[in-house]
């Protein structure tokens, strides 16, 4: 079978899609538990001079915008790589593993000690 043409394939997200889904999920998930924490904060220290609903919607609120702001930039740190991630996925498999005994392990790290040393001496 012929590959399909390029006009119909499907493009990756870009970064500001992939921020923007980040920022989605992270502000479901911080609504969620900022209703789980408040719910219960509420429960266990009463809603205070605000009154309820103002309470718990700054929980909601101020958790939905941490996770929000967090997942945001981890989904675009995450997703920000130079090979596509079936290509890198592949090209792991395809490496040879690099296992190597502790007995050359513990000389690679003697030797990059004594190069850092020596490259402390002469600076």
Known sequence: M??????NRAQEPSTWQKRTMGAMMGGGVGLTIGFIFG???ILRNGSGPRGLLA???????????TFSFFLAIGSV????????????????QLLPPLVRSKAEGAMLV?????AERARRTTA
């Open 2 to 7: 012929p590959p399909m043409p390029a006009a």
């Open 39 to 41: 719910s219960y904060s």
């Open 55 to 65: 309470t718990l919607s700054q929980y909601m609120l101020s958790s939905a915008a």
């Open 77 to 92: 740190i995450r997703n920000d790589a130079l090979l596509p991630p079936h290509i890198e996925a592949a090209r792991l």
């Open 110 to 114: 003697r030797a990059r000690w004594d």
